[in-house]
């Protein structure tokens, strides 16, 4: 039933040629409709190769660099204008030439080239235009596929808070991972005390830090170190007394929570309120989760 359905398909998009096709589906909405799982050839390179009109997913894992060529384009019949190929590069550290027949080259936006390097752990998606010589390529993405082993995917959390105010220490709390860092002041300008930021962990933790502060604000010099144990959801301030908005004071940390084995990076800056151009008193926290 399903093939007879298929046929009629076909033979009404033949005879009608501004026909829509389904299938699986009996109302399509658009030129061509597929209802269900779909499915593209995958090949495995052994090798430098060429891409040919039957493939469309290529894949390498060799250990030396090699060339994927790509076909020469079409005039008139047999143009495949729309056609795609997706070439992945699954290597440990060899590189993928991807390259343009003769003369033609692939339109990466940034400039036209007749070759695109595609690193090891990426994969490219190029599509055919349509022309039939200079630019006949486009590479519509390359990005990474796989993380490699000695490379991590950076995990940050940020907060901006504003006007700085009695909120500020629950709106400014910035949490990721095990930590969470808030800025425990409430006035938009001036010193005050217990004006700081302060950290917590989720979990009991031993800890030891590094700080450095930058502005007048910063009572007790510009650098320091504290360590110690804190149990779960007990803040602890993080640098000296009376940070001050109105200095735009600013402050980078680096933070180990050492009995979860991670360590956070964390830059802060305060604003107070201005006049010309009129800007409300802001705190904005930025965390990144290191390891």
């Known amino acids: 039933m399903k093939n007879n359905f298929l046929l009629l398909s076909i033979l009404g998009f033949l005879f009608f040629p501004k026909a829509q096709v389904g299938i699986n589906t009996t109302i399509p909405g658009s030129t061509l409709v597929v209802n269900g799982s779909m499915s593209t050839k995958y090949r495995l390179l052994a090798g430098s190769d060429s891409a040919t009109s039957t493939d469309e997913y290529l894949d390498y894992k060799g250990a030396s660099n090699i060339t994927i060529s790509l076909p020469a384009a079409l005039s008139g019949n047999g143009n495949f204008g729309g056609r795609i190929y997706e070439i992945r590069n699954g290597s440990a550290s060899s ?103 302060q950290f917590k962990f989720t979990t009991q933790n031993n800890y030891s830090f590094s700080r450095w502060l930058f502005g007048s604000g910063a009572t007790t010099g510009s650098g320091g170190y504290g360590r110690g144990n804190v149990v779960a959801n007990t803040y602890v301030a993080l640098d000296g007394d009376g940070l001050t908005p109105n200095n735009d004071d600013m402050t980078s940390y680096i933070i180990s929570a050492i009995s979860s084995r991670k360590m956070y990076r964390v830059n802060t800056i305060l604003s107070s309120d201005k006049t010309n151009p009129t800007t409300s008193s802001v705190v904005k926290i930025f965390v990144e989760e290191l390891e």
């Open 95 to 197: 590189t993928i030439t991807l390259q343009a027949n003769g003369a033609e080259t692939i339109d990466s936006q940034v400039a036209n080239s007749n070759t695109i390097i595609i690193p090891a752990g990426y994969v490219a998606s190029v599509k055919s235009n349509g022309a039939t010589s200079g630019s006949t390529w486009i590479l519509t993405s390359l990005g990474q596929s796989t993380v490699p082993v000695n490379q991590k995917v950076l995990k940050y959390a940020t907060t901006t808070t504003a006007p700085i105010n009695a909120s500020t220490p629950t709106n400014s709390e910035t949490c990721i991972g095990v930590i969470c860092v808030r800025f425990a002041g409430t006035s938009p300008n001036v010193y005050q005390v217990g004006a700081r930021f």
